[in-house]
């Protein structure tokens, strides 16, 4: 049972996230709040193994995601599952790219996808920081007042810093990913050796 939903799923997120691999984030939270398959925390942490790993993001994390869900089985499942709309849709258009390249429509829907695109992955990037950054109790409700009791200072810190060399230097963006878990690993191990 667990692997039709799995196959159901990752199928509808590889057909309908249009936008690269981070566009497939929304429907991985939806899916995360629905079957409780894993938690938003742990999605994140999929995020961020997904974009050091090579290959796109999306089957990366569609293959984490699955294996996270049912081991070696739910890995294969979710991964067919998320490439199979992409392989039949190249299929399909292939075929009829030539007759429709200049349609006035399909211009104006492919257009009209890219903002729709940008505004779902901001939407994650506001999750993820929310994750990420902010400490919260499982039942708090979120509001701007509560903000300053639940940030974690130095996670909040480590962002400020990414943000501002992101912006500053203009590298590759695995730097910044390198960068960022190489502080939280080292962050990590001074908690630990703090407590001896």
Do not use: C
Not at 95 to 118: H, Q
Not at 140 to 146: D, G, M, Q
Not at 160 to 183: A, E, H, W
Request: no cysteine; aromatic share 16%; hydrophobic share 55%.
């Amino acid at each position: 049972m667990v692997y039709i939903l799995l196959f159901i799923e990752f199928f509808k997120i590889g057909l309908l996230s249009f936008g690269g691999g981070y566009a497939t984030l929304p429907f991985l939270y939806h899916i995360s709040e629905h079957y409780h398959w894993f938690s938003g925390v742990e999605l994140s942490q999929m995020l961020a193994i997904s974009s050091i790993t090579p290959g796109p993001v999306g089957l990366n994390v569609a293959t984490f995601a699955g294996f996270k869900t049912a081991k070696l089985l739910g890995s294969i499942v979710a991964t067919l599952a998320i490439m199979l709309p992409s392989f039949i849709i190249v299929l399909f258009i292939s075929k009829v790219l030539k007759k429709f390249n200049d349609n006035f429509y399909i211009k104006s829907a492919l257009y009209a996808l890219r903002p729709a695109a940008a505004a779902m992955i901001a939407a994650v990037g506001v999750r993820l920081f929310r994750d990420s950054v902010l400490i919260m109790p499982e039942n708090t409700v979120f509001s701007l007042a509560t903000v300053p009791d639940f940030i974690d200072i130095r996670a909040f810190y480590l962002f400020l810093l990414l943000l501002f060399l992101s912006f500053k230097l203009k590298r590759d963006p695995l730097i910044y990913l390198l960068i960022g878990g190489i502080m939280g690993i080292a962050l990590h191990f001074r908690d630990i050796l703090s407590v001896f």
